[in-house]
């Protein structure tokens, strides 16, 4: 049998323990915000029908969807060459891995109505899976953290939605900048430049501005059928900085004659003017934030990080009608996503992890033969009782030996059990880091630990 080199596919990581422990700190932070807030727990399969993720992420999501071919001779009674590769793909796949959790989502929403209190609150911890160019920051398989409400049209929830992410990253001490716009402002730009047909051309590419710069924002709008003139028209909108009043009141100025537009100007008033009154720190308006997803409908947000070159670490919006595609109509939601690799890879290159965060395991039994490990046995049963992670070296090794593997763990205490304490009835506690050390009886010894 030949030998295979051990690698995983491009885009996707293993996690050491300590790294996991960092992992289930961000997880665990984030969940503590999200209950708080009464949003509760849902799962959805890694896999959904095709038919459910295709045309909700616009076409270069679509491009982006692994597709999972059919079980058995997926060709059977398919002859590949008289059919386009687009064609095709419904034919010999008709899965996929989820592209996000907001479409799973609405398709659960409409699959469970029956059983669900609205408005529903709902928040969801699952990897989903891009088929993407790796690179920094940029994964093929990754952790979102997804919140929701839906089946209210409230502004209420886009404000609590800032409040989350606000004690989100506060709790994290990340630095954070949140962004905020309306689809409907953009759709006020497309009809006032005399194209409101074209809203998805014009939100996929100025969604790209980040990337590839207003220069090229502007070429890929010409080659989208967006005319000379209107691109002239929309270029003061990228190029206008100034407060959140002055935006509004130059949105307000433009869109004299686009209903949708003002609609959309209101909205992201109500909503910066409850968090005047509420006291919490507002996000910027940022009239060129697009966000490329189909489904969005309403406010949309996006935060990033100040201080680290990432891309966005959060970002969501408002739905009106994600659910109709599935035959329930009139059901809006709101919702946001939190990049769990985005944000590990931020606290580490800031050095933000707590210093604390290390094995679990607090104590040791070091094992001096077989009478020895019986007696300690014993005491890490006690010791486990009183909620204490313990474990016990499983073989009788050097204490040089199992010192090491003490240190190598990170664990700070090892107890000592040899024919000395046995016959005390006791037990030597060593603290790793000072490298003190005391006899005591194990009702002693657990108090400590404790």
């Known amino acids: 049998m030949s030998i295979v080199k051990p690698s995983i596919p491009k885009g996707t990581r293993d996690f050491q323990p300590l790294e996991m422990m960092k992992r289930n700190y961000i997880f665990n932070t984030i969940k503590s915000v999200f209950e708080k807030y009464a949003y509760l727990p849902i ?4 896999m959904e029908n095709l038919s459910t993720l295709m045309g909700k992420y616009g076409e270069e999501g679509d491009r982006l969807l692994f597709k999972i071919l059919n079980s058995g001779d997926f060709l059977s009674g398919v002859n590949p060459e008289e059919y386009t ?3 095709l793909t419904p034919l010999i796949a008709e899965k996929g891995l989820r592209y996000d ?9 409409v699959q469970h109505q029956n059983d669900l209190t609205f408005p529903f609150k709902r928040y969801q911890m699952q990897p989903v899976w891009r088929a993407d160019r790796p690179q920094k920051g940029r994964y093929r398989e990754f952790y979102q953290c997804d919140i929701d409400v839906i089946g209210s049209d409230s502004l209420l929830n886009e404000v609590e939605l800032i409040q989350i992410t606000n004690e989100i990253f506060e709790k994290f001490q990340i630095p954070v900048e949140m962004k905020i716009n309306n689809r409907k402002v953009l759709s006020g730009i497309a009809e006032v430049v005399g194209h409101p047909e074209k809203i998805t051309d014009i939100c996929v590419a100025i969604d790209k501005i980040d990337k590839i710069g207003q220069e090229k924002v502007c070429e890929e709008l010409l080659q989208r059928e967006i005319s000379s003139e209107a691109i002239n028209k929309i270029e003061p909108f990228f190029n206008f900085k100034g407060s959140n009043k002055e935006k509004l009141d130059l949105l307000k100025h433009n869109f004299e004659n686009s209903t949708i537009g003002l609609e959309g100007v209101r909205e992201l008033e109500d ?5 005047k009154e509420l006291q919490i720190e507002e996000p910027e308006i940022d009239i060129t934030l697009a966000r490329g997803l189909n489904y969005y409908t309403g406010a949309i947000f996006e935060v990033k990080t100040v201080g680290v070159v990432m891309g966005s670490i959060s970002g969501g919006g408002r739905y009106d009608d994600l659910t109709g595609i599935f035959g329930l109509k009139n059901m809006s939601g709101v919702g946001i996503s939190y990049g769990a690799e985005r944000i590990y890879d931020v606290l580490d290159e800031m050095n933000l992890f707590p210093q604390q965060i290390g094995t679990p395991v607090k104590v040791i039994f070091l094992n001096f033969g077989e009478t020895e490990q019986l007696y300690a046995l014993k005491a890490v049963q006690q010791v486990r009782a009183a909620g ?8 009788k090794a050097k204490i040089g030996k199992q010192m090491n593997y003490a240190n190598n763990k990170g664990i700070p205490f090892v107890v000592m059990a040899g024919a000395q304490e046995i016959s005390q009835n006791r037990y030597t506690l060593k603290n790793m880091e ?3 050390q005391e006899i005591y009886d194990l009702e002693t010894i657990i108090k400590k630990l404790s």
């Open 43 to 46: 799962e959805t399969p890694s």
């Open 85 to 87: 590769a687009q064609q």
């Open 101 to 109: 959790l907001t479409v799973p989502f609405a398709r659960f929403v």
């Open 271 to 275: 909503i910066l003017n409850i968090c």
């Open 388 to 395: 204490i992670a313990a474990e016990i070296y499983p073989d």
């Open 434 to 436: 000072t490298g003190e």
